[in-house]
């Protein structure tokens, strides 16, 4: 389970960020990407710490996609909810 999820969060997570960097005007879609990525977020968490699995490089990974995770959350977040002067 543990390899499935990370092959998950980081194919999910590089289809986002090239996608999001295509649509940056797209507040509809910045918002919802961003709340898939709180619900990655979330997950990732939940799998990385609950479920036993070997330390070493695959676990440091899955650890850095989810604060990568996280930091782009939050920059889909500014994108979507900010006001545009137009």
Same mark, same amino acid.
């Given at each position: 389970?543990f390899?499935?999820?990370?092959?998950?969060l980081?194919?999910?997570?590089?289809?986002?960020?090239?996608?999001?960097?295509f649509?940056?005007?797209?507040?509809? @879609?910045?918002?919802? #990407?961003?709340? %898939? /990525?709180?619900?990655? +977020? $979330?997950?990732?968490?939940?799998? !990385? *710490?609950?479920?036993?699995?070997?330390?070493?490089? @695959?676990?440091?990974? #899955?650890?850095? %996609? /989810?604060?990568?995770? +996280? $930091?782009?959350?939050?920059?889909? !977040? *500014?994108?979507?909810?900010?006001?545009?002067?137009?």
């Open positions: 389970m390899k499935f999820v990370f092959w998950v980081a194919i999910w997570f590089l289809i986002n960020v090239i996608w999001m960097w649509k940056l005007d797209n507040q509809s @879609l910045q918002k919802t #990407f961003a709340w %898939i /990525n709180v619900a990655a +977020v $979330v997950i990732g968490f939940w799998v !990385f *710490y609950g479920v036993s699995h070997p330390a070493g490089a @695959l676990s440091n990974c #899955f650890l850095a %996609i /989810n604060c990568l995770n +996280v $930091v782009l959350a939050i920059v889909q !977040f *500014y994108f979507g909810y900010r006001k545009l002067n137009k």
